[in-house]
């Protein structure tokens, strides 16, 4: 399994858990992450990531989701 699929089960899981629709996108060898289908060019509210540091990110994302959705219920 490749680091791209890690953070596109990531994304996925999270988008079905927050009821999001993040976007998983790769521009020169670096990730963003984006709620824009078309994303078009990089604004400075994207944050350039690699691929170690997205699986980092999002392992803390996911868990914050999985807090607030527990706490919700």
């Known amino acids: 399994i ?3 699929e890690i953070i ?3 994304v996925n899981r ?3 858990k927050a009821k999001t629709n993040f976007q998983l996108e790769n521009v020169c060898g670096a990730f963003y992450l ?3 289908k ?5 604004s400075s509210n ?15 994302l ?3 989701v999985d807090y607030y959705t527990m706490k919700e219920a």
């Not at 078309?38 to 990089?42: P, Q, S």
């Open 8 to 10: 596109t089960n990531q």
């Open 14 to 16: 999270i988008n079905e």
């Open 38 to 42: 078309t994303f078009g060019k990089i």
């Open 34 to 36: 984006t709620e824009d």
């Open 46 to 60: 994207f944050t350039r990531r690699t691929s170690s540091q997205m699986i980092e990110y999002l392992a803390g």
């Open 2 to 4: 490749t680091n791209k």
């Open 62 to 64: 996911e868990d914050a």
